[in-house]
């Protein structure tokens, strides 16, 4: 099983990024797949979740309206748009697959900084 994350990197405030998450080795199709994220000193915190057919989709209270969570279940790809980026979203991004069993990605880096 492996979730590999891609796409994080420097931004500046007011930014956009966009974060892949490829998938193989599991029905990815048969997942609820999700991003979290952890800052510095912080716990990891769940930022948004996407059903397995795509259609249901829940966010954070602070990501709200910035982000957009979406997933091609032909291409076992899930991606995190974010838009209007500011510093309090600089964290690690994780991927996340649960549906039996639960899988981590390694995480991608994000800083948001001037």
């Known amino acids: 099983v492996q979730l590999v994350e891609s796409g994080g990197g420097l931004v500046q405030p007011g930014g956009s990024l966009r974060l892949s998450c490829a998938a193989s080795g599991f029905t990815f199709g048969s997942y609820v797949m999700s991003w979290y994220r952890q800052a510095p000193g912080k716990e990891r915190e769940l930022v948004a979740t996407i059903g397995s057919f795509g259609i249901n989709t829940n966010y954070a209270a602070s990501v709200k309206g910035r982000f957009t969570i979406s997933r091609d279940n032909a291409k076992n790809t899930v991606y995190l748009q974010m838009n209007s980026l500011n510093p309090e979203d600089t964290a690690v991004y994780y991927c996340?697959?649960?549906?039996?069993?639960?899988?981590w990605g390694q995480g991608t880096q994000v800083t948001v900084s001037s």
């Open positions: 996340n697959a649960k549906r039996t069993r639960e899988y």
